[in-house]
Nanobody
Framework: QVHLVQSGGGLVQAGGSLRLSCAASGHTFTGYHMGWFRQAPGKEREFVASINRSGGNTIYSDSVKGRFTISRDNAKNTVYLQMNSLKPEDTAVYYC????????????WGQGTQVTVSS
């Protein structure tokens, strides 16, 4: 079992920045690949970014590439999502997630945190 607790988020003007954090407990953090997803009102949840166990490999959706950065601090059992140059279309509830293997679905999910970008 992995328990994920998110923090960060909030309201920011377009062009601004926010950082989301996701702290893991309950199992060996380094055993899990981590990801960030988001869901806007009336839309399906979509992939944002992922990072492998060591932090050496990251993947981004085209919509956030070059603006968002995913990172992890394995000593602190925490994964981050640094969001820069935010746009109104980034408004969504953001979720962190963990999975043991890259060929399985994400198994554990954070509680979600609201990010609102005003124009």
């Amino acid at each position: 079992q992995v328990h994920l607790v998110q923090s960060g988020g909030g309201l920011v003007q377009a062009g601004g920045s926010l950082r989301l954090s996701c702290a893991a407990s309950g199992h060996t953090f380094t055993g899990y690949h981590m990801g960030w997803f988001r869901q806007a009102p009336g839309k399906e949840r979509e992939f944002v970014a992922s990072i492998n166990r060591s932090g050496g490999n990251t993947i981004y959706s085209d919509s956030v590439k070059g603006r968002f950065t995913i990172s992890r601090d394995n000593a602190k059992n925490t994964v981050y999502l640094q969001m820069n140059s935010l746009k109104p279309e980034d408004t969504a509830v953001y979720y962190c997630a963990a999975r043991f293997d890259t060929y399985t679905d994400y198994t554990y999910w954070g509680q979600g945190t609201q990010v609102t970008v005003s124009s």
